[in-house]
């Protein structure tokens, strides 16, 4: 059996930054995930690493006791015979929002 590398973007509702350490924590925690950038206005999460996307998000779905809906699943085969290249695993959205947004955000219900 090949070794699979994957790349997942998911839709996960993140309501408040409870909800957004919630998963930033669960993510951080999985060691089969390599990467992850969180989309926090789109709800948006994108993962890659080696691992199967059903097990990761029901393991976020555990976690973080949030809905996880699959949006896309992208699979790469590594042969051991040929040399690994860097080659872009992931194209997210091209708005990539990283300022800081330090305004009081009320928590929601989900996380009191």
């Known amino acids: ?3 699979r590398i994957c790349c997942m973007v998911m ?7 409870g909800c957004y350490r919630k998963v930033r924590r ?5 060691k089969e995930l390599e ?13 890659c ?5 059903r097990d990761v998000a029901i393991k976020i779905r555990k976690k973080t006791n949030r ?3 699959i949006l896309e699943i992208q699979e790469f085969s590594v042969n051991d015979e040929q ?3 860097e080659k872009p695993l992931m194209i997210t959205s091209n708005t990539w929002n990283l300022e ?6 009320e928590t929601c219900v989900a996380c009191i």
Do not use: W, Y
């Open 11 to 17: 839709r996960i509702n993140i309501d408040c930054n």
């Open 35 to 47: 990467t992850h950038l969180i989309e926090k206005k789109q709800c948006r999460v994108s993962v």
């Open 26 to 30: 669960a993510l951080l925690d999985m």
């Open 83 to 85: 040399t690994h290249e």
């Open 67 to 69: 809905r996880v809906e």
């Open 1 to 3: 059996m090949t070794e």
């Open 100 to 105: 800081s947004n330090q305004t009081h955000i």
């Open 49 to 53: 690493g080696r691992f199967v996307p």
